[in-house]
Nanobody, 117 residues
Framework: QVQLVESGGGLVQPGGSLRLSCAASGVTFSRYVMGWYRQAPGKQRELVTTITTGGGPNYADSVKGRFTISRDNAKNTVYLQMNSLKPEDTAVYYC???????????WGQGTQVTVSS
């Protein structure tokens, strides 16, 4: 059974930082592209960042220079360090694991991030 479990969300003031974690089980973690997506109220889910099996990151323009994705294959965990947070970063953040070759795509349950003073 595949599970992606996010943690680390919460309430933070503008300009603050949060670190999200996503622990994966039931998959060969190192073979999956990992990503973070977010969905704000009334909006579609959007890509925030992905990291390849080789560790190469890709970022949405809106978070470049502020967010950093990383992965620890030994711990089956992907992280999202979020700095200089803005109110517009408020959303539910979802962890994603994708293997195009196998045709597999998995989602976590989401964690709420709220940026407000």
């Amino acid at each position: 059974q595949v599970q992606l479990v996010e943690s680390g969300g919460g309430l933070v003031q503008p300009g603050g930082s949060l670190r999200l974690s996503c622990a994966a089980s039931g998959v060969t973690f190192s073979r999956y592209v990992m990503g973070w997506y977010r969905q704000a109220p009334g909006k579609q889910r959007e890509l925030v960042t992905t990291i390849t099996t080789g560790g190469g990151p890709n970022y949405a323009d809106s978070v470049k220079g502020r967010f950093t994705i990383s992965r620890d294959n030994a711990k089956n965990t992907v992280y999202l360090q979020m700095n200089s947070l803005k109110p517009e970063d408020t959303a539910v953040y979802y962890c994603n694991a994708r293997n195009i070759v196998l045709g597999m795509n998995y989602w976590g349950q989401g964690t709420q991030v709220t940026v407000s003073s």
